[in-house]
């Protein structure tokens, strides 16, 4: 099991910024690649960002540019760093590992991000 925590959602003008975190304890042994995803209402859930172990990462081509993913791997975290947000930038986001011995995702409980006009 992999238990995240994720922190650092809340209420921002377009333009502004925000810091995600997530925090990933439990079984991490298991985890190689750690993501973030976020889900609009009447949208389907997409992914953002992701981080392998090694350091690679990839963006959706929407926030090439204005989101940052980075990893402390001592820590076993993840942020998203968003610059220039976007009122289309608003939605739910989740962090998200999948276990490389059995490919069961786990998600955290989500943190809402609100990017006003």
């Known amino acids: 099991q992999v238990q995240l925590v994720e922190s650092g959602g809340g209420l921002v003008q377009a333009g502004g910024s925000l810091r995600l975190s997530c925090a990933a304890s439990?079984?991490?042994?298991?985890?190689?690649?750690m993501n973030w995803y976020r889900q609009a209402p009447g949208k389907q859930r997409e992914l953002v960002a992701s981080i392998t172990s090694g350091g690679t990462t990839n963006y959706a081509d929407s926030v090439k540019g204005r989101f940052t993913i980075s990893r402390d791997a001592a820590k076993n975290t993840v942020d998203l760093q968003m610059n220039s947000l976007k009122p289309e930038d608003t939605a739910v986001y989740y962090c998200?590992?999948?276990?490389?011995?059995?490919?069961?995702?786990?998600w955290g409980q989500g943190t809402q991000v609100t990017v006003s006009s």
């Open positions: 439990g079984n991490t042994f298991v985890v190689n690649t």
């Open positions: 998200n590992v999948e276990s490389i011995f059995t490919r069961r995702p786990y």
